[in-house]
């Protein structure tokens, strides 16, 4: 530092700093380019392979390099960017993906994302956000009269499930009064990030417990009531179960209705994670499957899964919308003048985020774009060609349902046992076949563990996908059975 630095009479800069700056025709080009660039992604995508991925030797290569000191055209950045990052993906909007949950999204719900992030919106009071406060209000409306809530629910958007669940088991313990020894109960099948979440909140492990369910893999309710009765015995405390309302490894959906009525007895809240199967309620078959949602204390929804968003577009509704603000409510100096008053809320003041990003309004711009009819339809789409998936597998002769087809997940397997191939290898040829589906990666999917069976699972929940990506990618998973049950018989 030279003596000048210090010294309070030395101008300062006057002018604001241009060097993170651009000129109006340089930002419109390169926002140009990069529109360009993702339309034509999506028109090429149904043509071009459904995963792509690089070991982390080359990525580290390419990659690994010291933030430089000065700056280079931001075109040829974005060259860069596309060439060597973003196509080592897998392309979770592909029609022939399947794999996990896939997730399309519509390009108003990119736009808005793009919108967001230009107005640097902030929704975390009202003061600082009355227009996207206000907008994330008529979006979590419009998803309570979906699920059948009452009047006095509501919720928040959040970053997806995972999220949803930490907000509603805080909300849960807190109603429950805090109690030192909480317990939390969910079945052997919910998703890691109940789990997770559960953790998050201070349930010891080993009071998560994982209760069996039936051979629907739908949570038993006498395991249910048993472990209750045992933990409430022992002087532990139960402050949340939580419900599948779509599985993930199967789409299997608890009986909602009966641990609703189970839950109230109990006093106990009952949380339901519909992040996976939540947006089904848009479609009759949907409603009428999720029968009951709408008693649970609270609801998680992924908007970036079934309504057709881009990351990160979670949803958390509780019925008792005081439960909210009454757990997460912190008073703030500093934001002693965002106190704007009675029904204006601070959605800081509802979960665990503080600055959130304005997600209603992808949401929004997407219903206004293309109608709630178009969603309808979407959403009956991957329901319908899941159903017909099964019926194929049904009639296949080298293929066999292993569940059928719920929520637009089916689980299946090459039904080697038939053949002759004793069931330990099995699992075997059915590895083999998943193995040489991902190397030609024309179609990708997964698969799960059914207690102990290895099983491929197609997850079909793409508005781009026709029955021919579904058929095609079938009779690929035939061909491959074909050829690994000949090798294993030849005993290879
Ligand atoms: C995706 C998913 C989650 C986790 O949600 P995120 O949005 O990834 O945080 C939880 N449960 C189920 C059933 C899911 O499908």
């Keep these: 530092m030279t003596s000048s630095d210090s010294d309070p009479r030395t101008p300062m800069p006057v002018e604001a700093c241009a060097d993170l700056q651009m000129e109006p025709a340089e930002m419109l080009e390169l926002a140009n380019r990069a529109a360009e660039l993702l339309v034509e992604r999506i028109q090429n995508l149904p043509s071009q392979e459904a995963w792509d991925g690089e070991f982390k030797q080359g990525l580290e290569k390419e990659l690994m390099r010291d933030p430089p000191e000065h700056g280079r055209p931001a075109r040829e950045v974005l060259d860069a960017v596309a060439g060597s990052i973003l196509p080592y993906t897998l392309r979770l ?52 009269r979906w699920v059948g809530y009452p009047r006095t629910a509501g919720g928040l958007l959040t970053s997806g499930g995972s999220a949803a ?35 998050i909140i201070g349930v010891r492990p080993e009071h998560v417990r994982r209760v069996a369910s039936d051979g629907h893999f739908r949570l038993d309710l006498a395991e249910l009531a048993r472990a209750v009765a045992d933990d409430r015995e022992a002087g532990l405390s139960p402050v949340a179960v939580c419900a599948n309302a779509g599985a993930g490894s199967t789409g299997a959906i608890d009986s909602l209705e009966e641990m609703a009525d189970y839950c109230e007895d109990e006093d106990i809240w009952l949380h339901v994670d519909a992040a996976y199967g939540g947006f089904a309620v848009l479609t009759e078959k949907g409603r009428s499957l999720l029968q009951g949602v709408e008693h649970a204390d609270s609801i998680g929804l992924d908007a970036h899964k079934w309504l057709f968003q881009p990351y990160e577009a979670g949803c958390l509704l509780v019925k008792d919308a005081a439960t909210l603000e009454d757990a997460f409510a912190v008073p703030h100096d500093m934001l002693q003048d965002t106190v704007w008053g009675a029904n204006h809320p601070n959605f800081a003041d509802r979960g665990l985020q503080h600055s959130r990003s ?110 021919d990506d579904v058929r095609e990618t079938l009779e690929a998973i035939e061909r491959f059975g074909t050829e690994a049950l000949d090798q294993a018989l030849r005993g290879e």
């Design 93 to 144: 909007d592909h029609p022939r993906c399947f794999g996990f949950v896939p997730s399309a999204s519509t390009w108003a719900g990119v736009v808005a994302d793009f919108l967001a992030a230009g107005y640097n919106a902030n929704t975390i009071t009202w003061l600082v956000a009355s227009g996207p406060s206000q907008l994330e209000l008529v979006v979590i409306d419009w998803i309570r």
């Design 165 to 199: 669940a930490v907000d509603a088991f805080v909300a849960a313990r807190e109603r429950a009064g805090h109690p030192e020894r909480a317990t939390v109960y969910m079945s052997d099948q919910s998703h890691s990030a109940q789990v997770r979440a559960a953790r």
């Design 358 to 467: 304005f997600r209603a309004l992808k949401i929004w711009f997407s219903v206004q774009t293309y109608g709630l009819s178009a969603f309808r339809r979407a959403v009956s789409l991957g329901m319908a060609l899941a159903g017909r998936a099964e019926r194929y597998i049904r009639e296949s002769p080298l293929l066999e349902i292993l569940t059928p087809a719920s929520l637009g997940i089916v689980c299946f397997r090459v039904n080697a046992r038939d053949a002759g191939v004793d069931e330990p290898s099995v699992d075997g040829i059915n590895r083999e076949v998943l193995a040489r589906l991902f190397w030609d990666d024309r179609a990708f999917i997964s698969s799960t563990n059914l207690k102990g069976t290895f099983s491929l699972r197609m997850c079909i929940v793409n508005h781009t996908t026709t029955w």
